[in-house]
């Protein structure tokens, strides 16, 4: 009898230590009320500072950086104006980059960015840049004139 008590006991132990290791993996990845607040800061940031100044700050600074949200922002035509994970991506005209499975990802963001002005784009694949895996993305973005301003998180 004492051994299966101490068998249970052990038993739960495990499953709290597994439970708290769940806990600390979803807490090294960002999520959607974190990444809407950042793009409500990065706007913030873009009418305050500057586009120029912000942007280089997405692109190369680290107050808009955490975990792996990052801050995104393209024109309306595609192009890469700033990029918290890649910036050898800023500059490069996008509107044709497409996911593993085809999806036209950038295109996506313009035409939410066109029709609706906000919200979320999901369903698409993108590289993470902490686990260095593609993962299912979903990204919220905020028009901003003619720019599009977005965070993404990763659905691991």
Same mark, same amino acid.
């Given at each position: 009898?004492?051994?299966?008590?101490?068998?249970?006991?052990?038993?739960?132990?495990?499953?709290?230590?597994?439970?708290?290791?769940?806990?600390?993996?979803?807490?090294?990845?960002?999520?959607?009320?974190?990444?809407?607040?950042?793009?409500?800061?990065?706007?913030?940031?873009?009418?305050?500072?500057?586009?120029? /100044?912000?942007?280089?700050?997405? %692109?190369?600074?680290?107050?808009? &950086?955490?975990?792996? +949200?990052?801050? !995104?922002?393209?024109? =309306?035509?595609?192009?890469?104006?700033?990029?918290?994970?890649?910036?050898?991506?800023?500059?490069?005209?996008?509107?044709?980059?497409?996911?593993?499975?085809?999806?036209?990802?950038?295109?996506?963001?313009?035409?939410?960015?066109?029709?609706?002005?906000?919200?979320?784009?999901?369903?698409? /694949?993108?590289?993470?840049?902490? %686990?260095?895996?593609?993962?299912? &993305?979903?990204?919220? +973005?905020?028009? !901003?004139?003619?720019? =599009?301003?977005?965070?993404?998180?990763?659905?691991?």
């Amino acid at each position: 009898m004492k051994s299966i008590a101490i068998l249970k006991g052990f038993v739960r132990t495990a499953l709290v230590g597994l439970a708290m290791c769940g806990f600390a993996h979803a807490a090294d990845q960002g999520t959607a009320a974190e990444a809407e607040a950042m793009v409500k800061r990065a706007v913030a940031e873009i009418k305050s500072a500057g586009p120029d /100044k912000a942007y280089d700050e997405f %692109t190369n600074g680290k107050s808009f &950086k955490d975990r792996d +949200l990052y801050i !995104v922002v393209y024109d =309306l035509s595609g192009k890469n104006l700033a990029q918290g994970a890649n910036p050898k991506l800023v500059g490069k005209e996008l509107i044709g980059l497409k996911d593993p499975d085809g999806k036209l990802i950038i295109k996506m963001f313009v035409d939410l960015a066109k029709e609706k002005g906000k919200g979320w784009v999901e369903g698409y /694949k993108f590289m993470n840049p902490v %686990t260095l895996k593609m993962e299912g &993305k979903a990204m919220y +973005l905020e028009r !901003v004139g003619d720019t =599009l301003v977005g965070c993404g998180i990763y659905k691991g």
